[in-house]
């Protein structure tokens, strides 16, 4: 299981949809309003424009059982975009255990916000070590303050932290930074089991039988992923472009023997992409849970 605590703003709210032909029906209002018609809106609406909050979230690709924590800003507005946001991941998403913790004393009053990014780091550590799951700190949305005070955070507690970069489309994780932190715990790590196989020969992806050409960061890409002990195969899928861009998905069938396999999106431009699928040596919910991490945050490392 993971628990992932996340920053939560106004982009649901605020986002103009300048090239959008379905806009937010709220669009140049003070609130969002009816929450129906903002849910009937947001399930027509690709995840990945819906909010900033909504972007990560399908990045970060969670199970249905992982605990989701929305830290909202102490405002109208945030609390609104944070209750629809519950909302949307409950009954479109079907995510089971989403709940929300207000940020005390964030606001807009500058007079206030050093003591209030003090309460917040307090905030977070308590949620870290209370925490039902493996722990990730999502910093997209918010206060750009609010992100400082998760790298700080996550680099004390040896916990991962992540961000949508918006100028390359990726879920990215920042660099731990000290030598003295201790690293996390995992819960219920999963030992997968190695593959055996002589790792120059798992790569299986041919020049142009596709026609795609290949983004710069593939070979980093390529060398990580020969240096995983349980992947098996690496194969050019033309399905795995259904991933996010410069993202990880486990994908939606499995090896004939049941084993777990996973598609990679590599996207530089409409020229230079390339779409593969990961067979893992990983069969049970466990190996997938710690499998999707560690690709997730080794993958956001090099994009």
Partial sequence: ???????????????????????????????????????????????????????????????????????????????????????????????KNVCLHPVPGINYELDESGSALEKMAILLKKLIIEAQ???????????????????????TFKVPVCYVHEQYKALIYLPYLSDNAQPQVLVNRANLPESGLDRSKIIKVQDDSYGHHRPKVWKKVEKMLQNISWIEYVR????????????????????????????????????KHIAVSVETTGYTPEHLEQATKELRERLGSLV
């Fill in 236 to 271: 050019f899928d033309k399905n795995a472009f259904s991933a996010p861009k410069n993202g990880v998905k486990a994908a939606t069938r499995k090896t004939p023997d049941e084993r777990h396999v996973f598609w990679i999106h590599l996207h530089e431009s409409e020229q």
């Fill in 1 to 95: 299981m993971e628990t992932m605590i996340m920053t939560v703003g106004t982009s649901l709210l605020t986002n103009r949809d300048d090239n959008l032909e379905n806009k937010r029906p709220w669009v140049g209002q003070k609130t969002i309003g009816n929450r129906q018609i903002a849910l009937k809106w947001m399930n027509e609406i690709d995840q990945e424009i819906v909010s900033a909050e909504t972007n990560t979230i399908w990045r970060l690709n969670p199970s249905f059982n992982d605990e989701i924590i929305l830290l909202h800003s102490d405002t109208p507005s945030g609390l609104e975009c944070a209750e629809i946001i519950q909302e949307y991941l409950h009954t479109v998403l079907s995510q």
């Fill in 133 to 155: 799951g493996n722990v990730t700190l999502a910093a997209t949305g918010g206060f750009k303050a609010q992100t400082m005070v998760m790298a700080l955070i996550g680099n």
